[in-house]
């Protein structure tokens, strides 16, 4: 029921393609004349395809007088097979033709083309089916119309029906051979072969197939398509273009000839073609000379500065305002503001580079030294400080990312002077145990503290955080273990280095580590839980506790570690331990609380006179 359905709706669609190919103007008196169609109806042809076929048959023979001493059709398809449509003796009757084209059904098989001119020569235009005889000399049309390759030989069965007085039309649309369209089409083949683009297209041919029929004046009739002028020669026409330009590829529209693709004319720039001249152009930036060939620059600072703070400088584009040296242009593209040199990446500051209008200077945190370069800081070899570190060994460590955390202990090693009298390093590594893999006083020097951590074994087990806290709290900062006496008021460090969250329970031996004068650290990597960070870390938790994503990007910590671990000057410094009480100590401590407040007053006072310039480059700009 739905397929008895679709047909009508489909036709009442095609309602309009049925008046679109209805071919304009009277019907032609052409004389006698059978005409056979030869239909292609194999499955490359679409549906809507072959019902636009359809269609145009319908409307082309409205065109044609039909009549039993006039024009007689006949309509044969073909695929695999040749099926009559009907013969050229069936209808005299225009009515009675459309009703039958209306009831075709395509036979959706292959393409045997030479199977169906040999049909269309042998029984299609033979006396029994309705042709009229040879010594009536009556005309016999063939019109072939296909969209793919022929899967047998066309051109000997073509040559006979031509040798037989057939005269064959090839219609080719959109898929067709082209080499087999000229094999099948009778001579001159630039008045019988038809190559369409698509289906809906084919109209064209009934045009110029009717103009052909009729003797018909086709440019008179309109629907040409022809640009500029149509020119009718012998039943058919032809496009051509007004002077100054030519015919382009698809022989109806018309494209300016470029004269400048025989040279640039003496243009100096640019050669710009129009129909049947040309002119010369300058890029953008440049005017023409008087003599129109030649260009010249166009000075557009000649016509004022166009608000520029410093300079402005004509370009091709147009002006663009230019900042002396050691200023840059600012985003408005007018002002200029006192270079910051520390933004660049050549400055060499190991820690902090402070800009200073034209120059710059490096700085140092607290507790550290510029060195002579300028540029470098000193160690902490001025601190008196015991470090004790903490490093995760569990197994979501892992071995490789192992290695890379005794390489990044080794680089805080670096910076610090180790030393009995100076700063004494231990370490602790834990997992679901804890193991002192060296305490404190065992070795002297930086050298053999990094061995020392080089030769540490992985331990891969659990993670016992708070564990590891206690024995740090319990033993790691005795005097048995290399701790120095609380009375010479060194400073306790522990450096807790963690990827994940604790087994155990932290917060009673991190509180205890924090209640016994111990400065904590916690340093964590990947998925190490920041709240437990916190509560290891001493205040403020900012200082105090670093994290980085990935192992293999941690050593970006550094510089915050060495700029906190290091301790600030006066506190366990000098070569000689002292107490903080006496009266040399109170005396070096105000000396330099005096000189930080002037370096301070300083500061303040660079900061207000660039707020004044600041100021003042407004006003200007104003």
Known sequence: MRGLLRWPLLLLLLQPWETQLQLAGP???SGPLDLVFVIDSSRSVRPFEFETMRQFLVGLLRSLDVGPNATRVGVIQYSSQVQSVFPLRAFSRREDMERAIRAVVPLAQGTMTGLAIQYAMNVAFSVAEGARPPEAHVPRVAVIVTDGRPQDRVAEVAAQARARGIEIYAVGVQRADVGSLRAMASPPLNEHVFLVESFDLIQ????????????????AQGGHGCQHQCVSTRGTFHCACNPGYQLAADNKSCMALDLCTEGDHGCEHQCV???GSYFCRCQAGFVLQQEQRSCRAIDHCSFGNHSCQHDCVSIYGGPQCRCREGYDLLPDGRSCQARDLCNGVDHGCEFQCVSEGFSYRCVCPEGRQLQADGKSCSRCREGHVDLVLLVDGSKSVRPQNFELVKRFVNQIVDFLDVSPEGTRVGLVQFSSRVRTEFPLGRYGTAAEVKQAVLAVEYMERGTMTGLALRHMVEHSFSE???????????????????DGRSQDNISVWAARAKEEGIVMYAVGVGKAVEEE????????????????????TMTHLLENLKGSICPEEGIGAGTELRSPCECESLVEFQGRTLGALESLSQKLAQLTARLEDLENQLATQK
């Not at 064209?204 to 440019?219: S, T």
């Not at 960070?533 to 293999?552: G, K, T």
């Open 273 to 275: 073609s129009m129909p």
């Open 480 to 498: 048995a273990q290399g701790a120095r006496p609380r009375a010479l008021n060194v400073p306790r460090v522990g450096l807790v280095f963690t």
């Open 533 to 552: 960070l916190r509560e290891i870390a001493s205040e403020p938790a900012e200082l105090h506790v670093s994290y980085s994503p990935d192992f293999s």
């Open 27 to 29: 019907r032609c008196s």
């Open 204 to 219: 064209e041919f009934g045009r110029q197939f009717q103009g052909r029929l009729c003797r018909k004046d086709l440019c």
